[in-house]
T-cell receptor
Framework: RKEVEQDPGPFNVPEGATVAFNCTYS??????FFWYRQDCRKEPKLLMSVYSSGNEDGRFTAQLNRASQYISLLIRDSKLSDSATYLC???????????FGAGTRLFVKA | DVKVTQSSRYLVKRTGEKVFLECVQD?????MFWYRQDPGLGLRLIYF???????EKGDIPEGYSVSREKKERFSLILESASTNQTSMYLC??????????????FGPGTRLTVT
């Protein structure tokens, strides 16, 4: 079993749609959680951190369920510019060892 | 503006060659990381360093070594390149875990092909 698992997609959605990505992790002692975004042929960039209480940044909402070892990302009112690969990221208790999911590819169409 | 630079965007090497990949960051970050990214596998951690001359193995250190002689520079070394080391190599840096601005900043990557 992979340490961090994501649905690879691709997700093909029209502009304005709401789309949700899920991620599960295997190490119950994992400490920190993030969503990164990676555009085609570019480096990953931090999209948002994920907190137990849930957090929102504009059209993006992230949730963490430690009991189920599950992380989610919700994108509302999708834009063409949201087309990218979304990477779920988990760190160990020391905070150094970082595990990336393989990513979920999103295509937003006009 | 944080900047992480890598010495080459594209590199072609022959099997058995010794390969050096250089990474430099300008944010005075303590932590630096080397990953490789392959389709369907995502990013996998090769080595990381939390201080000058300190290094820790990641998930796939076999066939690689690293060097960190200065805080801003972290080098990845392929002692004897093999075709299964053909990949995209990404360097990253960050402040210590738990700090308010802790995120990993990535360089643009080096696409290495070993023939």
């Amino acid at each position: 079993r992979k340490e961090v698992e994501q649905d690879p997609g691709p997700f093909n959605v029209p502009e304005g749609a709401t789309v949700a990505f899920n991620c599960t992790y295997s190490n119950s002692a994992s400490q920190s959680f993030f969503w990164y975004r990676q555009d085609c042929r570019k480096e990953p960039k931090l999209l948002m951190s994920v907190y137990s209480s849930g957090n929102e940044d504009g059209r993006f909402t992230a949730q963490l369920n430690r009991a189920s070892q599950y992380i989610s990302l919700l994108i509302r009112d999708s834009k063409l510019s949201d087309s990218a690969t979304y990477l779920c990221v988990v760190t160990d208790t020391g905070g150094f060892k970082t595990i990336f999911g393989a990513g979920t590819r999103l295509f937003v169409k006009a | 503006d944080v900047k992480v630079t890598q010495s080459s965007r594209y590199l072609v090497k022959r099997t058995g060659e010794k390969v050096f990949l250089e990474c430099v960051q300008d944010m005075d970050h303590e932590n630096m990381f080397w990953y490789r990214q392959d389709p369907g596998l995502g990013l996998r951690l090769i080595y990381f360093s939390y201080d000058v001359k300190m290094k820790e193995k990641g998930d796939i250190p076999e066939g690689y070594s690293v060097s960190r002689e200065k805080k801003e520079r972290f080098s990845l070394i392929l002692e004897s390149a093999s075709t299964n080391q053909t990949s995209m190599y990404l360097c990253a840096s960050s402040s210590p875990p738990g700090t308010a601005t802790w995120e990993q900043y990535f360089g643009p990557g080096t696409r290495l092909t070993v023939t």
